[in-house]
């Protein structure tokens, strides 16, 4: 399975602000970067950053594209940052890139977090930070325990946000296009209580980083989780013949639109039963587009983000591989572990497997995967917030 | 909710025999029939026996359907059979259609068997026999089981077919085209034993029918189960926008063919653990279509009597309100009674009802509909063959 090198602007690209005024180099003491992964997103970081100012590496898992990076050692950015931006260091080994870094920022398909995590675990020192961008959900939860199962012993703070930074794409290798940099954006960290640190450091760079409590409000704010798979699942026979449609303005219809409300009531629920109140998907719309309806479908009508915005061409797409295993798979076993029912995410996940010959239930994030195995309802609480 | 019209020729239209010779009346002895429901196989049925010279009574519960055909007390067939055909008795009054009728037969939505069982329930005597055209799955226990509760102290035996007899159409009430009449189905009955007596009867005017020793075997060869509401589900966007789609070539798609091979697996199971051998899909294509291949796509594109068949143009489509509950919802209770997983049953089953606004699952054919609750695998079994 390639690695899908478009962004998701769908939910991604609203609100943003203008292009960002680049200050000169900051002090010695300014935090040195990691960025693993050189996708759209991990390009339009490592640009960014560099024109920013700071010390950057840069990591992939593909050969030719490391190459390729390497043949100049800047990435070109244009729209919203602009510059041509020198990159420290380019390199295929993650241990090369990670070792010294103060914040490692992950930004690679969620699904990657646990063989990159337990990749990069022989070089982790105390104090460093690793960022994943975002993590969906479950994400910080994943990494610590891969790493506690690889037996680092450092002390590691692992933070996730709920979305990108950027709004971008990378034509070819060091070359992105920034359409939008988002005004805000959240981030939890593991230990709950290092979030704060965490967002402080981030803001050297980037201001619009907000620390919140706890991963509980970063991992259920799945977005995406709701708004892909159920309705690429109920695409599917016009997906794989290869007819063309309008994703959210053909895709969900109607009817399309109650199930991801379905889903949308099963994620809220599990928010309450762990204490937490998790915004609607209602809200959701209002908040990131503006726009208001008698239902969620009225709201996907209006966006005007989405004008434009295909179906896949493909079963095999992110919206099915990615948001299933580490979006529906992780909320339903978290469901399960307080007693929340979620029979529509199951059945979204039983199809997808299904549908792609897979076993996303085996293969996601389980609660063996997020260390919550065996745990109350009181100590995966515990657990999140510790 | 109104009842579709049109015949499922897509499964019912191959093999056929050509034009049947109409015989002269049969005597006094020959059995009297009541048909209920008046829509295309109903009218075929009415027409045909009539035309053949038996006796016949035919109900529907539409007033506006019997009071046309009322207006000339005929019935013009064309096709397979050909003939006016002049019904005994008409009526909006199924008691007074079923009265003294040997042999019943129901022809209506599956979905409507309860009710019209509970309807027929005051007016049914000793050595009536009911004939389910066809029965879904559990139709004739699901029927026995109404009549039980109705408090039915006669003793009438309920059967069910696996298929109509016939692939036709009713343009208008009092006409019909048949397409096809087959060559043969199945038949069996409560009590098990009584099916040879039903065949034997049903033979003196249709040598097609043939007994099954019992209706676990009818019930369970549920192709429409099999290839209606999934890849239904799976197009559910393309259809609520009404994009048109060939149903076949176009909407069982490889991996939608896939998650239908599943289902079938999951009915076969159930079949082994009742101790019957249930032939799969692969088997009924190439049986019914003289089609093979490496897998079910490739079987069902071979299929010439598919061509043409477009996709559903609304989701509500008896390919998801009848074939879920008078198909999916049964099989995955006997799959539970008998310990046998049925995931991907379930999953559809909740995927369609979210996405109908229903509740399949406590709508349809329950084991407690069917008279087998709180039952052991091994008294289900004895239930079904006694």
Partial sequence: MGRAERCDSSLQDCPVRGPIAMEGATSMKSPRF????????????AAHLSLLGFSVSLWDVEKEKVEALQRTGRIAASGSVQGEAKIDLITGDICEASRGADVIMVVIPTVYHRSTAT??????????????????????????????????????????????????????????????????????????????????????????????PSVLFTSLNNANAMVHPAPTLLNAGRIECKAPFEYYSEGVTPSIARVVEKLDEERLAIGRALGV?????????????????????EQIQKVRAYEGIKGPTNLNTRYLFEDIPTG????????????????????????????????FSAEGRTLDRLGLAGMSPEEIRRALIA
Avoid: W
């Fill in 34 to 45: 990691a960025i693993v992964g050189a996708g759209n997103g991990g390009q339009s970081f």
């Fill in 119 to 212: 990749a990069m675990a022989p070089a982790l020192t105390d104090g460093q930070v690793i960022v994943l961008n975002p993590g969906a959900t479950g994400g910080a939860l994943e990494v610590r325990n891969t790493l506690r199962e690889a037996g680092v012993r450092a002390s590691v703070v692992v933070a996730e946000t709920d979305t990108l930074l950027y709004a971008c794409r990378s034509p070819r290798a060091g070359e992105v296009i920034v359409y939008g940099v988002k005004d805000h954006l959240d981030v939890a960290a593991l230990p709950a209580a290092e979030g704060s640190k965490v967002a402080a450091l981030l803001n050297v760079a980037f201001p619009q980083f907000k620390a919140l």
């Fill in 277 to 297: 109140e998790v915004s609607s998907i209602h809200h959701f719309y209002r908040m990131s587009y503006g726009v208001d309806g008698a239902n969620l479908y």
């Fill in 328 to 359: 529906l798979v992780p909320l339903s076993c978290l469901g399960n572990a307080v007693d929340v029912n979620t029979p529509t995410m199951d059945a979204v996940v039983e199809l997808g497997s299904s549908l792609l010959g897979r076993d």
